[in-house]
């Protein structure tokens, strides 16, 4: 019952900047690690969630499990069979398996075509189907993620929020997918909408067995669906375990201050001065700061406490990716 | 705090004309705000109830037709007293059949040279406004730094560049942005999203405006940064004391800085109050939709317990059919038998229910 679906090993999106026209001369080519060794496994009807801020490489991941851009190198494996490599032509019969909710769904859904055509395309672009069958799946679709059959005649544009992240939903599971990498389902939605898409989420992994690979950067909703959560910084994974030990117990200082920062939990405890003490340090690339160490280094507070010890900045003692427990790991010299 | 209000919404309505489905969209129908000085005042609701609009018609920055109808927007600042809304009777004229708006007709183009002559030196002067999406309402081909002395310039009295500039440099150190210096010549794009936000923040409060409309400041930020943003917010709400209409979908923000609170729904408010007894789950005593707002958040206790959140059922009022009884009926799950009939036929009024406390529910009145 509990067969891995997918597993990542080392994977790495490495995105070159080239940078313009006599970039040739410069000699140096800027690389930036998107993704940097990163390695996971989901089991079938499993949630992961991937958090971390803007720009630390979520979406990029999402995007080369579904080989919509090529890895760099590393290995993804699904239900048994290396796709890292396949041809087009080969990976074809597994892209019905592996589909993507988008996270932005205006740009995602085809202006110009009726919610029916949508749909419609989505089927019959991997099978031959009948207009019979396509009415009577598209019916079957809409009774599964909710939404009313008169808004099938409409345009993406006359939907609201809700009801376009529901037409994303029932896009991917048109197609009879096993695995959803869910880019943000719920940003940009209101509070009540969103929790109607999580519950849905959530009553379509139980009925179809689905696996998902939650992305977000709220926490709470993140904490809530998932059952492991990998906490991603500037293209590494620093902390990952399961979700409730992950929120309750963080082991890595970036996490703490990831939770901590939580809006309403924050006026709760009232802390003012909350453990991030560079301000100006955001957590996006940046080729002024060499890429050596712990990368989290320059914003850790632990590091800052503990007077800038060099094991932390030494190129030759990154930490690694370690087993502190059952199913949790750390990439920290000095877990809390 | 008792006073004329520097900021008095009365009465507003905004409506858009859809040309495929030949009928009136109520964004706005009816709202009715109060801002006194000092205060934040927040609105709350979900998408399309019209917290937007609202914002947008008092900045008179609707330029779809109809657009805004009807209304008073009272603007009291050094005790001039002013109508953002003056003589727009001359432009409207509003066919009513059975207490409802079937036709409206407006000179639009007169309108709009009429409505920016009234708010010429009100706009980005008195009132100043922070946009959704910080990136898209900068110029990206003009540094941030000139930007904001370009506002400075045009809004306050001084006049000399160089003081401008130091003035600009002032408002980038109040909203904390580090190394003023160097990020005045960043181009926006060249800004992280919580520092374009930042930006825009001191670029409001640059020309030291009366009241600031703030819409949705935080959305769409990380959560280290929104809670960043939000304390920077607090933070100057107590040094520069602005007046502050805070639009939010994000109700943990809202409870941390307002201090009154107004809930739209369907382009009315339904509950306005002290958000201290409205935003907090032990105050029993809220409007249905308040109070399901507040339970589709998730709680420590349901994530521990990875339960099921309490959505609202159905979706966002459809603001051109609006139903003839109170707006929220169809979703209500507090309607009890002995009411029903009243919610579905009739619409109950704004009405106290305690000091300050105003809902719009027939369940407060039948008692």
């Not at chain 1, 590494?236 to 992950?246: S, T, Y």
């Not at chain 2, 809220?286 to 420590?300: F, G």
């Amino acid at each position: 019952m509990t067969d891995t679906i997918l597993e990542v090993q080392n994977l790495k999106k490495h995105y070159n900047q080239n940078g313009g026209l006599f970039s040739a001369f410069k000699g140096k080519e800027n690389v930036i690690p998107a993704v940097d060794d990163v390695s996971f496994y989901i089991k079938e009807k499993e949630t992961m969630g991937l958090v971390g801020e803007t720009g630390c490489g979520k979406t990029t991941i999402g995007r080369t499990l579904l080989k919509l851009i090529p890895a760099t190198s590393g290995k993804i494996i699904f239900n048994g069979t290396d796709i890292t490599h396949l041809s087009a032509a080969q990976f074809r019969p597994f892209r019905k398996k592996i589909q993507m909710i988008f996270q932005d769904l205006d740009a995602a859904l085809n202006p110009k075509m009726r919610i029916k055509a949508i749909l419609q395309e989505a089927l019959t672009v991997h099978c031959r189907l009948s207009d019979a069958e396509i009415d009577h799946r598209i019916s079957e679709l809409l009774e599964m993620v909710n939404l009313k059959k008169s808004k099938l005649s409409n345009f993406p544009n006359e939907l609201s929020g809700g009801e376009k992240r529901r037409v994303g939903i029932a896009r991917t599971l048109a197609v009879g997918a096993r695995f959803i990498v869910a880019d943000e389902p719920t940003s940009a939605l209101d509070v009540s909408i969103q929790a109607q898409v999580v519950n849905l989420l959530r009553d379509l992994q139980k009925e179809l067995r689905l696996s998902y690979l939650f992305i977000s950067h709220d926490l709470r909703v993140v904490e809530l669906v998932s059952h492991k959560v990998a906490v991603m910084y500037l293209g590494q994974i620093v902390e990952m375990g399961l979700a409730g030990r992950i929120a309750n117990a963080p082991r890595h200082p970036y996490t703490a201050v990831l939770w901590s920062s939580l809006v309403d939990k924050k006026s709760d405890e009232s802390i003012k001065n909350e453990g991030n003490p560079n301000e100006g340090q955001w957590g996006v690339f940046d080729f002024e700061r060499p890429n050596v160490g712990c990368r989290f280094a320059p914003r850790c507070p632990v590091y800052h406490a503990k007077n800038r010890p060099t094991i932390c900045t030494d190129p030759a003692t990154s930490p690694q990716l370690q087993k502190i427990d059952d199913a949790h790991q750390v990439r920290c010299h000095f877990p809390l | 705090m008792i006073g004329v209000p520097v900021l008095k919404i009365e009465n507003l309505r905004t409506y858009f004309y859809s040309s495929s489905k030949q009928a009136f969209s109520r964004a706005v129908d009816g709202v009715n705000l109060a801002l006194e000085k000092g205060e934040t005042l927040g609105i709350v609701g979900e998408s399309g109830s019209g917290k937007s609009v609202t914002a947008l018609s008092v900045m008179g920055l609707v330029t779809a037709e109809p657009g805004v109808i009807t209304g008073n927007i009272g603007l009291k600042t050094d005790g001039v007293q002013k109508n953002l809304l003056q003589d727009i009777e001359d432009y409207v004229k509003i066919t009513n059949e059975n207490g409802r708006t079937v036709e409206v007709s407006k000179d639009n183009p007169g309108w709009q040279r009429h409505i920016d002559r009234v708010l010429r030196g009100v706009r980005g002067k008195e009132i100043s406004m922070i946009f959704q999406n910080p990136k898209l309402s900068m110029n990206p081909f003009s540094s941030v730094g000139k930007q904001i002395k370009e506002a400075i310039m045009l809004n306050t009295s001084i006049n000399n560049a160089q003081e401008a500039r130091e003035r600009t440099l002032y408002w980038l150190e109040q909203v904390k942005i580090d190394s003023p210096r160097l990020r005045y010549d960043n181009n926006p794009y060249g800004l992280s999203g919580g520092m374009c936000q930042r930006a825009m923040i001191a670029m409001a409060l640059s020309s030291e405006p009366s009241v600031l409309i703030a819409d949705e400041p935080t959305t769409g930020l990380d959560a280290t940064i929104q809670s960043k943003i939000v304390s920077l917010l607090e933070e100057l709400k107590s040094s520069v004391g602005v007046t502050t209409l805070l639009i939010s979908h994000d109700i943990d923000v809202i409870k941390t800085l307002s201090d009154r609170v107004s809930v739209m729904y369907g382009g009315r408010v339904l509950e306005s109050g002290p958000s201290k007894e409205i935003l907090s789950a032990a105050h029993n005593d809220k409007h249905p939709y308040t109070a399901a707002l507040l339970a589709s958040i998730p709680t420590a206790r349901q994530i521990k317990a990875k339960s099921y959140l309490q959505a609202i059922k159905g979706d966002v009022l459809d603001t051109i059919n609006l139903p003839s009884g109170c707006l929220f009926y169809a979703r209500c799950h507090q309607v009890t038998e002995q009411i029903k009939m009243q919610c579905k036929h009739q619409e109950p009024e704004l009405r106290e229910i305690s000091s300050n406390h105003n809902v719009r529910c027939w369940r407060f009145f039948n008692a």
